[in-house]
Nanobody, 120 residues
Framework: QVQLVESGGGLVQAGGSLRLSCVVS????????MGWYRQAPGKKRELVAG???????NYADSVKGRFTISRDNSKNTVYLQMSSLKPEDTAVYYC??????????????WGKGTLVTVSS
């Protein structure tokens, strides 16, 4: 069974930085994409940043220039470096991974989330 474990959330002042990590474990044939989403209270979950197996990245407009997503394929880990944090970045951040399981089955898995709180 594939599991995602996020870490790195916490409380930070506006202008500060945090780095989130998401470790993927389990039997996986291939990982096609990894990403970070967030959900603020009363709002829908939204894509923050994604990275494909080839290294292509995409970002929400609200975080461009402030957040950087990266992945370490050897460790099945995806990171989100967040800088110049703003109070509006406060949310639960979720890791998402999609790919292929042994046997050819598709896989689209979510972590349980890690809370990021940015104080003004």
């Amino acid at each position: 069974q594939v599991q995602l474990v996020e870490s790195g959330g916490g409380l930070v002042q506006a202008g500060g930085s945090l780095r989130l990590s998401c470790v993927v474990s389990g039997s996986i044939a291939s990982i096609n994409g990894m990403g970070w989403y967030r959900q603020a209270p009363g709002k829908k979950r939204e894509l923050v940043a994604g990275v494909t197996s080839g290294g292509a990245t995409n970002y929400a407009d609200s975080v461009k220039g402030r957040f950087t997503i990266s992945r370490d394929n050897s460790k099945n880990t995806v990171y989100l470096q967040m800088s110049s944090l703003k109070p509006e970045d406060t949310a639960v951040y979720y890791c998402n991974v999609y790919g292929v399981l042994p046997g050819g089955y598709g896989m689209d898995t979510w972590g349980k989330g890690t809370l990021v709180t940015v104080s003004s």
